[in-house]
Structures are given as C-alpha cells and as structure tokens.
C-alpha cells in the first residue's frame, strides 16, 4: 500500500514539475503567436498535425504573422520562423555564438555521431570549399566540362535518332556526383560506380539515422547512437577507395615539403593545405571531409537541376533563347569559365528555378546560444535553446521583392542585368545566380552563406548549356511539370519524373 503511495506521488510530482517547466517557458513566449492554437493540447496535437502538415502551417503562419516571428509546434517543443526583410537580415548577420548553424546541424543531423565531433568542431574543409574550390575553378574547369559531357553521354547512351524517357533525378544524382568528384578526388575513382553509390547514399544514411537516433531518449543516444550511425562503415567503404591515393599525397609532401612537383590541383591536395592540426592528416579524417562535404553538393545540386529541366520542359518557349546563347559564348570563348560568365540568361533561368522550387518551405536552421535568447528589433525574444527558421519561400513570393512572384519569369534577372547596362554602362551585381540577398535565400545570405556556390553555380550553368546544345528535352506529357514530392517539411522534386532526351537533330 505505502509502495503505491510512493508511486502515485512521484507520478504527481513529476507532472507537476513537468507542466510547472512548459507553464514557465511558456509564459516567456506567450507574447510570440502561434499556429495551430497554444493550448496544452494544441501543444501537442499541433504537434503531431505539424509532422504531416509542415508546409501547409508555415504557409498559415506566413500570412497571418507576415514580418514577425511566430512558433509552430513540434512533439514537445516549439520551433520559431521568421519572415521579413527586417528579420532575415538580423537572423543571418548574427554571429555563430549567439545563432549557430553547427548547433542545429549537430542537433537535427545528430552530428557527432553520425558524421563525427571533428566535422563541426573544426571545419577546416569549409575553409578549403570557400577558398581553394572557388579561386581554382577556371582552371579546374575543363575537368568539370569534360566530365559532364562523357557523364551525359554514358548514362544516356542514346542512339542517333532515338528518344528515351530518363527517370531525371537519379541521373542528375549520378552526373553531379562525377562531376563534383571530378574535381574533389580525379579520374578514374570519380567514374568508380561503387565509390559514386557511396557518395549518394551517404546524405541518405546520415539524415535517416538521424532520424532514428533523435527517437531515442538523450541518455540513450550515446549509448546506442554509434551502433545505429553508419559512420564506421562509410569511412571504412571511403578509404577503401580513396585510402592509398591519400596515402601517397602524405607520403610525398613529408619527402618533398608541400608544394611537391606534380601535385595534382584537386580537393584532396586542398584540404591537405588546410589540415591545421596534425591529427587530422590521416587518411579517416580526410575521408570522412570529403564524404562531409559530398554530402552538402550532390542531392543540393542535383535536386536544383532536376527542378531546372521540369521548368525547362514545361516551358519550352526557353530552349531557343537559350541555346543561341550558349553557342555564341562557345563560338568565342569554347568550353571555358568565361564562357559560361558570357551566358546571362542561362544563369538568370537557373536563379529564377531556384527562386521557385525549394526544399521546403523554411531553410537555414539556427540554435539559439546566448543564455539570454535572441532579441529581435521588435523586441520578441526567442529563448535560449531553441531552433530558428527562415520562412525562405515567403521571401521569394513577397510582392515586396519580386512582380508577379507567382509567375515563372526565366529571364527576369538577366532583363534586369541588361536594363542597366543599357541605361548606365555598368554591370548589376545583385542579379547573378550566385548573389544572395535577403529577397534570394536559396544559397543563405551572409554569414553562412553557402561556399559551395560558385561550384555550383559553375557545374549547373555547364549541364544546362550543354543539353541545350547537344540534346532536345521533352515533357512526358505535354504541359505537365511532375508534382513535388514532399516528405513532413522537406520537398524535393518528383522522384519518379520523367523527360524525353534526344540528341539534338541539326
Ligand atoms: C545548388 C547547390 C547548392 C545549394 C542550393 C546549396 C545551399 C546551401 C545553403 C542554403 C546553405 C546553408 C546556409 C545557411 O544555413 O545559412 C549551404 C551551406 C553550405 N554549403 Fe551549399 N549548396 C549547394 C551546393 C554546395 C556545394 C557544391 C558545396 C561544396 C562544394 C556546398 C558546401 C556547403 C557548405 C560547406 C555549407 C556550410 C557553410 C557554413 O557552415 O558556413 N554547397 N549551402
Ligand atoms: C567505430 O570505429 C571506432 C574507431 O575505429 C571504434 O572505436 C568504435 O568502437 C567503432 N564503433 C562501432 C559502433 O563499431
Ligand atoms: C589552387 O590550388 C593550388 C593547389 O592545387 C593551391 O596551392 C592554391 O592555393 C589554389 N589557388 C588559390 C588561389 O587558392
């Protein structure tokens, strides 16, 4: 009897400190609104409602709550979004110790196990994707160009006059991993289709048993996490293939100093120059950064060019214009940088793509660090902790940044690059698929801003130009753009989609 005393209480008093916790940090944002109610059922029905219902509720929250932030709530917690010129720039300009982005990655991606603690402790290759990538990508560039175009005519292998009707995105998965890799680890391992299927699945593995491990209760996490992670393996299958290549690039810089004759010009030598701590220069740790950073180029810029080829497709008026252009860039400059800087519309046809299609409707997770919580110029405070959002996609459909937002406009920004050069001469530099802005989030703004852009940006304008050049695409059913598929809050393109690719008849 005394024993169910004891329990019944201890029950009570847990509840009682449990609801004692939400009615206290729920009182600090009562004055933020929410969608979906904020009673304490709403709290967690909302909860439930917003796993299936994401995008719809970031929408409600949008419209109701335009320029200020409101909460939406997640099984046992809330999250903040924001929206708004104003907002946006203080999000993004606010530095890492008081928003982090390591913090949210290594909270929502389960980080230190799933891709290890040195990753976001020390992001030596992000350095190495900033500078080196960016600085060597004109003269990198025939080894990407020559990779899209043999990546494309294998992985099609079209007969002369024969239309096929490709699946898109698994292809593009397989023509930006060559390419990206091309330029991260050469020939012939960035042709290698086990060293490509590891490359693809790993963002797959890493965000899955995140997933899985962010189910467990937090003191279970490191106890069962390392079992769950596929970490071990995908290093161990990474060195299997880059292990004696990484080797030898050791083996001659401690003969030779660093700047050995023959050192190739790929991401292998650059984050070798970048290693800063000694611990770090062995063939796990640098496997496990280029895995790292595979992870942020290939379904990022494949699902950005799949999204470009269903826009293409469905508005196929594009093509000519298109075309003329990338055969006069090509006639003066050939398959070069420059080239590819010369082709305004194709850049302004991937931006204006990018603007419409995103990954969701929020991007750019932050984690609040300031034991205070973040103060925002309207003086809403979100509390110490918690994970912030930007409304992405309400920025790109704001009247307030773009006319008619909701139409599909390809060349809308290279009109705008061209007025002003008519009327003043000079070049608009706000305009390129590779400026951010607090109106174009696609690749961040500031801060965080994505380093991998300019390859990006490089590889994309390069596939487009090429299969305008070389192939005709068609839509699998005439005027039809296959759906987005959407999974909880993240959206990416239709999976199963279909286009018609042909060489391009002369
Ligand atoms: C079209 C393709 C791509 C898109 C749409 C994209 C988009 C983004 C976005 C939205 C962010 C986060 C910004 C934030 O949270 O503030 C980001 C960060 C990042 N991206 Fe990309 N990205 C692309 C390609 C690449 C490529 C090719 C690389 C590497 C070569 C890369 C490397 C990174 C890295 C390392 C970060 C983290 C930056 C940091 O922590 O400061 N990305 N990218
Ligand atoms: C993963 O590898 C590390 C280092 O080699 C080892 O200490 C650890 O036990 C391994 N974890 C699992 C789950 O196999
Ligand atoms: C280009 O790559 C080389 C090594 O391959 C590197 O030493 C150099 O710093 C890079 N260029 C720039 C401007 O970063």
Redesign the pocket.
């Known amino acids: 009897m005394d024993n169910l005393k004891l329990a019944l209480s201890s029950v009570a008093t847990v509840c009682f400190l449990l609801w004692a916790r939400r009615e206290y940090s729920e009182r600090k944002i009562s004055s933020i609104p929410a969608v979906g109610a904020s009673g304490i059922w709403a709290y967690y029905t909302g909860g439930w409602r917003y796993l299936f219902r994401a995008p719809e509720m970031v929408e409600e929250g949008c419209r109701k709550y335009r320029g200020r932030v409101f909460r939406v709530p997640r099984l046992f917690r809330w999250d903040f979004i924001i929206s708004g010129s104003t907002l946006v720039q203080e999000a993004v300009t606010a530095p890492e110790n008081v928003l982090s982005l390591a913090a949210a990655n290594r909270d929502s991606l389960q980080i230190d196990l799933t891709m290890g603690p040195d990753i976001s402790r020390n992001p030596f290759h992000i350095d190495a994707v900033r500078t080196k990538v960016t600085r060597n990508l004109s003269r990198c560039f025939p080894g990407i160009r020559d990779e899209i175009s043999s990546a494309f005519d294998e992985l099609l292998a079209l007969d002369e006059n024969d239309g096929k009707l490709v699946t898109v995105l698994p292809l593009m998965m397989q023509v930006a991993a060559r390419t990206t890799n091309h330029l991260f680890v050469g020939l012939p391992i960035c042709r290698n289709q086990d060293y490509l299927n590891l490359v693809v699945q790993y963002t797959i593995d890493v965000a899955l048993r995140a997933q899985l491990i962010s189910l467990l209760p937090s003191f279970l996490q490191p106890i069962l996490g390392?079992?769950i992670?596929s970490?071990?393996q995908s290093?161990r299958q990474g060195i299997k293939h880059l292990g004696p290549l990484i080797e030898y690039r050791i083996e001659q810089e401690k003969q030779h100093g660093p700047d050995w004759p023959g050192k190739p010009n790929d991401y292998i030598s650059w984050l070798l120059e970048s290693v800063d701590v000694l611990d770090e220069k062995t063939v796990?740790a640098l496997v496990s950064r280029i895995l790292a950073t595979n992870m942020a180029a290939i379904h990022t810029t494949s699902s950005v060019f799949t999204y470009a080829l269903f826009d293409l497709t469905a508005y196929p008026t594009y093509v000519t214009a298109l075309r003329q252009e990338a055969e006069q860039a090509v006639e003066e400059f050939g398959w070069t940088k420059t080239a590819l800087n010369k082709m305004h519309k194709i850049d302004s046809f991937l931006r204006e793509s990018q603007r419409m299609h995103d990954n969701g409707p929020v991007a750019m997770s932050r984690q609040v660090l300031d034991p205070m919580g973040f103060k925002f110029s309207d003086e809403s405070v979100i509390p110490y902790g918690s994970i912030l959002n930007i409304a992405s996609r309400a920025e790109h459909f704001s009247p307030a940044n773009y006319d008619h937002p909701d139409v599909f406009d390809g060349f809308r920004f290279s009109k705008k690059r061209e007025d002003r050069e008519h009327t003043s001469g000079g070049g608009l530099f706000n305009q390129h698929m590779i400026s951010t802005g607090v109106d174009h989030l696609a690749f961040g703004h500031k801060l965080h801003a994505c380093p991998g852009r300019f390859l990006a940006a490089t590889e994309l304008k390069a596939m487009l130009a090429h299969l305008v050049v070389h192939y005709d695409l068609r839509a699998e059913i005439e005027g039809v753009r296959p759906p987005d598929d959407v999974f909880g809050i993240v959206i990416v393109p239709n999976r199963r989609g279909k286009l018609w690719f042909r060489k391009r008849q002369y």
């Open positions: 390392p079992f992670s970490r071990n290093i796990s």
